[in-house]
C-alpha cells in the first residue's frame, strides 16, 4: 500500500479528466432559477479492505479539505476487496478516519502493518453525484446547455462532490461573485435518480 500523505482533492481537476462533457458558467449571483439535489442512497455498503504482511496493492489516500473526509485518490488494479477510486475512508482497525486525525491514523496504520498486525480499512462509496434537478425553460443556464443530466461538479474551481447539499447552499451563498461553475455529464445517471430526485421535498433542494 502507498504511504499516504494528507495531500487535498479539494481544488484537484483530475476527476474532471473523464468528463465527456463540460460546461462553465460564470454567475454573478442573480436569480438564475437553478436547482440542485443529491439523491440519498437507501443502502450505504461499507466495502473493508485488510493490508496484510506481503500484500503490495496500492492504494493511495489524500485529504478533501472542505468536506474533512479522506479519499481514495487511487487504487491499483489487484485490489480485489471491492474499493475503488473516490471511495470514502471510514475507519481504520474500527476507528473513525477524518481530515483532523489522518497524519495520526497513518501512523497507526504503517506501525501496525510493520507489526505483522492486519490493518483493516472501511469504505463508503462515493457520494452521488449533486444533480442538477431543474433550470428554467429559455433562461441563462438552459441556453447555455445545462440540462437535468448534468451535475454540478465545482464551484469557484472547489470540488463539491464530498459536501453535503447545506454547504453547497452555504458555499453557493457566500461564494465571491462573479462565481465560476462548473457542471458535467457523465453519462452515467439513470432513471432511478431522476425518479428519486422528482420525489424530493424543497428542504433537500438547494435553489439560486
Known amino acids: 500500500m502507498t504511504t499516504p500523505r494528507a495531500t487535498s482533492l479539494s481544488q484537484s481537476t483530475d476527476y474532471l479528466d473523464d ?47 472542505y468536506s474533512k473526509k479522506v479519499v481514495a485518490r487511487r487504487v491499483s488494479k489487484r485490489i480485489t476487496s471491492g474499493v475503488r477510486a473516490k471511495f470514502v475512508l471510514q475507519s481504520i482497525n474500527g476507528v473513525d478516519v477524518k481530515m483532523d486525525n489522518f ?13 505483522g498486525i492486519p490493518q483493516v480499512l472501511a469504505f463508503h462509496p462515493n457520494p452521488p453525484p449533486v444533480m442538477v434537478k431543474n433550470v428554467p425553460e429559455d433562461g441563462a443556464l438552459d441556453r447555455a446547455g445545462v440540462t437535468t443530466e448534468y451535475e454540478l461538479m465545482t464551484i469557484n474551481h472547489i470540488n463539491v ?34 425518479v428519486h430526485l422528482a420525489g424530493l421535498s424543497v428542504t433537500d433542494v438547494v435553489t439560486v
Open 103 to 115: 497524519n495520526e491514523m497513518m501512523v497507526v496504520l504503517k506501525t501496525g502493518h510493520a507489526a
Open 19 to 65: 468528463v465527456p462533457a463540460i460546461i462553465e458558467y460564470i454567475w454573478c449571483g442573480e436569480s438564475v432559477g437553478l436547482q440542485l439535489a443529491r439523491p440519498t442512497p437507501s443502502d450505504v455498503k461499507t466495502v473493508q479492505h485488510t493490508w496484510s504482511n506481503g500484500d503490495d496493492a496500492d492504494i493511495t489516500l489524500a485529504t478533501e479539505f
Open 161 to 194: 462532490g464530498y459536501l453535503t447539499i447545506d454547504q453547497i447552499g452555504r458555499m453557493l451563498h457566500d461564494s465571491a461573485k462573479p462565481c465560476h461553475l462548473t457542471f458535467g455529464w457523465t453519462a452515467l445517471h439513470d432513471d432511478d435518480i431522476h
